[in-house]
């Protein structure tokens, strides 16, 4: 069964905007395009992404990627094979790591040795090889003895992508206590440095347990002040963040966001998580910023405080239904636009909302002006009618 980018990208964890990268080098190419435009992933197209992520944890390049994909002779089978070695060699490295660690704890005290052991994980943690590194992270941990400070630290700092994300990773298992040394990154003067402690900050949320609230307000106070950031990546994967915890106070931002070329489709799915019947865990307990005003073209969003009640004139307790009638309002005032890339974007955005009110303003897209808005719209409420009715069937 064919899929669309936006599934793909859930399920394969690689982004829109990668995939799309990706059929621009050649790497893969659709099979096919929907009637409403969309691109359409076939097996083999999702087996040929696995391919290309599969070689580039190996360490190839895209070039090389796409050169190895593009000789007869390529092996599917090797590759897989080859993933698992070298799964097999980390899962090594974390093996001796443990042992080292159970060792440490039956000693039950700190010997030179042992010492050693961990100012070595502390060195490699900061060694100018990207390998080092990248092994150091994956055995990181704050159990191994390695300072919270120093994998923050080498989190902030890090410029490779596979790096960086193994050491995300292993300070996510750390949870709350990592929040404040990554906080302070979000203040240095290095755009980098605040990509860095931003996508660490939405690891650690999206590692902990739903029910884990204390790690949900913890992030969101300081992904609330990265909403005033001047780096749009910054900004963005902070609102999505925020979005995806439903608080209001990032849909100013989710909206701006859903009409531009880059996230648009997260940010999509993220206004129509507002229109969700239970918040997510620290959702409606997400800590206040005092006294903000987050008007949407006109429309005040209600924004929670620390006792779950909205702030703003008359609102009283802050529903899904609030929160929507704001989105809808500002959706409304976009489709006014004399732009079609305004008015298609504000169409992507109502495709994801399950809603009346977002369906009667589908409906109304399908006399405008753009033949592919129009058509676009008219494919989307049939497929919302044809999931109606079979929804209803099983009833």
Do not use: C
Not at 113 to 118: V, W
């Amino acid at each position: 069964m064919a899929m669309r980018i936006g599934e793909v990208s859930r399920r394969s964890g690689v982004s829109a905007r990668m995939l799309r990268h990706y059929e621009t080098l050649g790497l893969v190419t659709p099979s096919a395009r929907g009637s409403n435009g969309y691109r359409e992933y076939s097996p083999s197209d999702i087996g040929r992404i696995f391919h290309i992520e599969g070689l580039r944890r190996l360490g190839l390049s895209l070039p090389e990627v796409g050169r190895l994909l593009a000789e007869p002779g390529f092996d599917a089978s090797a590759l897989v094979t080859d993933l698992i070695a070298a799964a097999h060699e980390r899962i090594e490295t974390e093996r001796r790591l443990l042992e080292r660690l159970e060792e440490i704890r039956g000693l039950g005290r700190s010997d030179g040795e042992s010492l050693l052991g961990t100012i070595d994980l502390m060195r490699s943690l900061e060694s100018r090889d990207v390998i080092q590194r990248h092994k150091a992270a994956l055995g990181s941990g704050v159990d191994l003895g390695v300072p919270v400070e120093s994998l923050s630290r080498a989190v902030l700092d890090e410029a490779v992508p596979n790096a960086a994300g193994a050491m995300r990773w292993a300070l996510a298992q750390v949870g709350t206590d990592a929040v404040e040394p990554l906080s302070t990154g979000l203040r240095s003067a290095e755009p980098a440095v605040r990509r860095n402690a931003i996508r660490a900050l939405d690891e650690i949320r999206r590692t902990a347990s739903a029910d884990d609230v204390a790690v949900a307000t913890a992030v969101a106070v300081h992904m609330r002040e990265a909403l005033r950031d001047d780096d749009l990546e910054v900004m963005t994967v902070a609102a999505l963040a925020l979005g995806d915890m439903r608080d209001p106070v990032a849909v100013p931002i989710l909206l701006e966001v859903a009409m531009s070329d880059e996230k648009d489709i997260d940010a999509a799915e993220a206004l129509a998580g507002y229109f969700a019947e239970v918040p997510p865990a620290g959702g409606a307990n997400a800590p206040s910023r005092d006294e903000v005003e987050v008007p949407v073209d006109g429309v005040e969003v209600p924004v929670v405080d620390g006792a779950g009640a909205a702030t703003g004139e008359d609102t009283g307790e802050p529903t899904g239904d609030s929160v929507g009638a704001s989105i809808m309002a500002a959706l409304r005032e976009r489709l006014r636009s004399s732009d079609a890339h305004v008015r298609f974007r504000v169409l992507q955005v109502l495709i994801e909302i399950p809603d009346p009110q977002a369906e009667a303003l589908l409906t109304g897209l399908t006399h405008d002006a753009e033949q592919e808005t129009a058509e676009t719209a008219k494919a989307a409420l049939l497929r919302r009618r044809s999931t109606s009715t079979r929804t209803g069937r099983h009833r």
